[in-house]
Nanobody, 128 residues
Framework: QVQLVESGGGSVQAGGSQRLSCAAS????????MGWFRQAPGKEREFVAV??????????YYSDSVKGRFTISRDNAKNTVALQMNSLKPEDTAVYYC???????????????????WGPGTQVTVSS
């Protein structure tokens, strides 16, 4: 069992930056694939970024909409994963969720249903 809790959400103006953090407990963190997803009102939950487990080389992937602006990182010693968001746009406004999974194949990394554990989410609001 894995418990996830996000922190760091809030309101920011367009062009600004924000850093989200997710603390994990309950399992071997370094073996988990850790992802960030977001969901805007009236829209489906969408993939943002993922960092694979240490045994998978901690490979990183981003959605096209955030590539070059967001950076995902993990600290296996502290059981945390972070999402640094720069050059924020109003369309980045959403509830951001931290997700964890095991045994994910490459083609499933950007699919919400592949992840077995989720945090409660944190709101990020970007104003123009």
């Amino acid at each position: 069992q894995v418990q996830l809790v996000e922190s760091g959400g809030g309101s920011v103006q367009a062009g600004g930056s924000q850093r989200l953090s997710c603390a994990a407990s309950g399992s071997s963190f370094s073996s988990l694939t850790m992802g960030w997803f977001r969901q805007a009102p009236g829209k489906e939950r969408e993939f943002v970024a993922v960092i694979r487990s240490r045994s998978s080389g901690s490979r990183i992937y981003y959605s096209d909409s955030v590539k070059g602006r967001f950076t995902i990182s993990r600290d296996n010693a502290k059981n945390t994963v972070a999402l640094q968001m720069n050059s924020l746009k109003p369309e980045d406004t959403a509830v951001y969720y931290c997700a964890a999974g095991t045994g994910l194949i490459l083609s499933s990394l950007w699919t919400a249903g592949a992840y077995g554990y989720w945090g409660p989410g944190t709101q990020v609001t970007v104003s123009s």
